[in-house]
């Protein structure tokens, strides 16, 4: 299990027990325009079948961002539901997030990482991020 402490106290865990799923739950559900509308049935079970990561106040200990991996723990990843509480906001939370996720799956030979994002390219691309190399190779099937 990964514990990452900043120097402002914040702390990154990977720990599942510690996941506010009520409240990731809410975030998703009603402010991320890619989740409004998912189940609580549906995140328990994404968070479930996912690495999933948290960052955690200091002093409290509250619950002020979420991010999932779904892995193979060797080869790819998708990394989704990246979300910072809005009262949290501006203050690097997201990034540090998500390098915190980039190492963690680095570090278990993880060599791709795939994410989309509708508005917050730059975020991304400051950790090395970049548009699909290859889209043709890519496809999906879409069955929302």
């Known amino acids: 299990m990964l ?3 900043r120097t ?3 702390e990154l865990s990977t720990d599942p027990d510690r996941i506010d799923v009520a409240r990731v739950y809410e975030w998703l559900s009603t402010d991320a325009y890619w989740a409004t ?3 609580l049935d549906v995140v328990q079970r994404a968070i ?3 690495v999933s990561f948290g960052v955690y106040r200091p002093g409290d200990g509250a619950q002020v961002a979420f991010a ?3 892995t193979d723990g ?3 990843a998708w990394v ?3 979300y910072v509480d809005r009262s949290e906001r501006g203050r690097g939370l997201g990034t540090w997030l ?3 996720v980039r190492q963690e799956l680095s570090g278990c030979g993880v060599r791709r990482l795939l994410l989309a994002t509708l508005d917050a390219h730059g975020v991304y691309a400051k950790l090395g991020f970049q548009p699909l190399a290859r889209p043709d190779l890519w496809m999906e099937l879409d069955r929302r």
Do not use: N
Request: net charge negative.
């Open 37 to 39: 509308g998912r189940t």
């Open 80 to 82: 989704c539901d990246v």
């Open 3 to 5: 514990t990452i402490t």
């Open 98 to 100: 998500v390098d915190g």
């Open 8 to 10: 402002d106290g914040y």
């Open 74 to 76: 060797a080869t790819f």
């Open 68 to 70: 999932r991996a779904v």
């Open 48 to 50: 479930t079948g996912s």
